[in-house]
């Protein structure tokens, strides 16, 4: 009888192990990702590493300075930039003529700045007001 009573404290005890051993692991939620969707969040970060990549050349960080806007700025706006307008700022950087003027792509910096400072989204610029 005792062997009997012990074997039933022994599943009961288990059987709370078990479910506070399951209890704690998170369910694992699962989703099929499409190709186009995989290809597009691609395309961004290559987009997003060219424009980085533009922000090495000395011309374009003369400029920068000239203007004083930090490079720390531009990159944590390139970093921000929602995939329209990622789409968008790299549609008019492929229009651009090979070996295109650099003044073309700091304005097309500016132009986006100038509109992130309107939405409220950053304050680089003291003569941007906000439009909220």
């Given at each position: 009888?005792?062997?009997r009573?012990?074997?039933?404290?022994?599943?009961?005890?288990?059987?709370?192990?078990?479910?506070?051993?399951?209890?704690?692991?998170?369910?694992?939620?699962?989703a099929?990702?499409?190709t186009?969707?995989?290809?597009?969040?691609?395309?961004?970060?290559?987009?997003?590493?060219?424009?980085?990549?533009?922000?090495?050349?000395?011309?374009?960080?003369r400029?920068?300075?000239?203007?004083g806007?930090?490079?720390?700025?531009?990159?944590?706006?390139?970093?921000?930039?929602?995939?329209?307008?990622?789409?968008?700022?790299?549609q008019?950087?492929?229009e651009?003529?090979?070996?295109?003027?650099?003044?073309?792509?700091?304005?097309?910096?500016?132009?986006?700045?100038?509109?992130?400072?309107?939405?409220?989204?950053?304050?680089?610029?003291?003569?941007?007001?906000?439009?909220?």
């Amino acid at each position: 009888m005792t062997m009997r009573i012990s074997m039933r404290q022994l599943a009961a005890g288990l059987a709370a192990l078990q479910l506070v051993t399951f209890a704690q692991i998170p369910v694992a939620q699962a989703a099929m990702i499409d190709t186009p969707q995989v290809l597009q969040e691609h395309r961004q970060e290559v987009d997003r590493q060219q424009l980085r990549a533009m922000l090495d050349d000395r011309e374009v960080q003369r400029k920068l300075e000239s203007l004083g806007v930090d490079r720390a700025q531009v990159e944590a706006r390139i970093d921000s930039l929602t995939p329209a307008e990622l789409a968008h700022f790299n549609q008019q950087l492929q229009e651009e003529p090979v070996g295109g003027s650099v003044v073309g792509i700091i304005v097309l910096f500016l132009v986006i700045f100038i509109i992130t400072d309107m939405l409220c989204a950053t304050d680089i610029f003291t003569f941007v007001k906000c439009v909220r």
